[in-house]
């Protein structure tokens, strides 16, 4: 039996966890959503996501502050950031910290 890849949708947002949810599940993902980035942290330990999807903007541990200190706790795994209110330095802070994508 093979296990489904399992993403982590990580957004503030939840009308935009809702909607990315739906098309990865469609693609054949299973899907975690967390509404921050202190709730996504224990996704993270208890669900061991294959991908974290991650919105820049939120509330108390935004999008890159996670990505850092998933790095720092040396969980490596594939990141995209996904935002309507990114920038040129905010694209390039992701990426030389390792994202996938932004």
């Known amino acids: 039996m093979n296990a489904r890849p399992r993403v982590l949708v990580v957004d503030d947002d939840e009308d935009i966890r809702t909607l990315v949810r739906e098309l990865l599940e469609r693609a054949g993902y299973t899907v975690d959503e967390a509404e921050n980035g ?40 594939p990141v995209i950031f996904l935002t309507g209110h990114g920038d040129i330095p905010m694209s390039v802070r992701a990426m030389r910290s390792g994202a996938t994508d932004f």
């Not at 996504?40 to 903007?57: C, E, G, K, Q």
């Open 38 to 77: 202190r709730t996504a942290l224990r996704h993270l330990f208890s669900s061991a996501p294959a991908l974290v999807i991650l919105d820049v903007t939120m509330p108390d541990l935004d999008g890159l502050e996670l990505q850092q200190r998933l790095t720092r706790d040396g969980v490596l795994l």
